[in-house]
């Protein structure tokens, strides 16, 4: 029957032989101390899915804890458990890491929205998942090695391309499904389904979410946030009317959404050119969504998402400041490659992105760029030792002479360290120069 499809040719076609010489390693583990072992959820839904995905979720009928430390006994690997739990997570020389949690019948008090059946302890566990697409298992166990458990249509509402919870009280359970619905619905190009939609609009109208602390909405609406594309999980949130978590403003209407569409394009920019330097995303796309809110209102915002002050910083004052220097930018564009350094040279990175999505005026946005591209990392190479050596005193002169090299070398001079060397004896002759011309002149008169 479809229940029990084995699927090992399946495995063998899209795992890698690590992972899968792993899978069958801990179902050997779990039989030889008499539990049962799955790898379950999201891998096996991208299994499904082809996308790759190594983030290995496996469940234990039994103690999960007993079992990690046996496998790490076996395998040398690390593993840091967490009692309360019953969960371990088993961590690999290279850093590679997989999660491990018990399925116990015991262990759990009854679901609300389950009447008093009995269900093995895998599909219990499975039961108390959040969509259907995530509650597949597979069994590791040698002698049932590959079997697929699909006790909730897992399959069929992959192939129906449909996210769906298992039961109505879904989200009274747990109302951060509603954000998560809404991610996995555009990151695999899914549609929610009829049923789960009126749950979630339900879940909307009575207001679930001010149950939530803000830490949880603010995790959820970071992991939107940091999606390849968040665009259209934000645009569908505004259908649901959700954006209002993050305030009664926010509004989705054909500029916000340009704008989250130019910071988009200057993040894939960025990403593109700075691989090694990956900025922050979704603070990026946060400052675009609040764009249009007075300073008191994003405070507002802050405080009830609980981000850090750090991040209230950058999302209040440093914002303001960007919008503000943006504003004046666009009135008038900095005169010169040192103007433009000094102008844009406070902002951090995400500050700066988010100015040249939100200004509407190319020729600043291109002059941005160019800061970033060009001017941001240019520094003297020589420094203090240097002009030490050149026979010259520690001291204010200093300071004027490296910013006089930062500005010459900005609007494109001196290639080399030995130019700068000789830009610096000229600069501090004339400067002894002028400065004797001013006692002379002193002297006569
Ligand atoms: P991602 O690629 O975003 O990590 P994922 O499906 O692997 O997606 P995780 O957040 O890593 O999701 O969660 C792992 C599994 O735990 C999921 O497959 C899901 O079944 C379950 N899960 C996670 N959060 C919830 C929740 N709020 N309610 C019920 N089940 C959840």
Known sequence: SRRTRNITHFMQERLSTRVLDILRDMGRVAESLGYGAYVVGGFVRDLFLYRPNEDIDIVIEGDGIAFAKAYALEFGTRIHTHKAFGTAVVIYPDGFKIDVATARLEYYRSPAAL???????????????????????????????????????????????????????????????????????????????????????????????????????????RLILEEDNPVPAIVRMGDFDLLKVIHPTIVINKALIALLEEVRGVIAWHDLLFVETPCM???????????????????????????????????????????????????????????????????????????????????????????????????????????????LTPGPLFRQILDAILDAKLNGALATREDEIQFARRWAADAAATASQNTDDKQMS
């Open 115 to 221: 009447p008093d059946v009995e269900m093995s302890s895998i599909k219990l566990d499975l039961f108390r998942r959040d969509f259907t697409i995530n509650t597949l298992a597979i069994q590791l166990i040698p002698d049932k090695f590959g079997r697929l458990l699909d006790f909730f249509s897992a399959q069929k509402d992959i192939k129906d391309k449909a996210i769906r919870v298992l039961h109505n009280l879904s989200f009274v359970e747990d109302p951060t499904r509603v954000f998560r619905a809404l991610r996995f619905e555009q990151r695999f190009g899914f549609t929610i389904g009829k049923l789960t939609a009126a749950l979630i609009d339900n879940a909307v109208k009575m207001d679930f979410f001010k149950r939530l602390s803000g830490r949880r909405v603010f995790t959820e609406i």
């Open 281 to 391: 995303r979704w603070t990026v796309y946060l400052m675009g969504l609040i764009h249009a809110n007075d300073m008191a209102t994003c405070h507002e915002i802050c405080r009830r998402l609980e981000l850090a002050t750090r991040y209230e910083a950058l999302f209040c004052q440093e914002r303001a400041a960007a919008d503000h220097c943006l504003q004046q930018m666009e009135h008038r564009l900095p005169a010169s490659a040192g103007a433009l350094y000094h102008r844009l040279h406070p902002f951090r990175a995400e500050l700066i992105l988010y100015m040249m999505a939100a200004t509407r005026v190319k020729a600043v946005k291109k002059a941005i760029s160019k800061y970033y591209t060009e001017l941001r990392k240019i520094e003297p190479l020589i420094g203090g030792n240097e002009l030490i050596a050149l026979g």
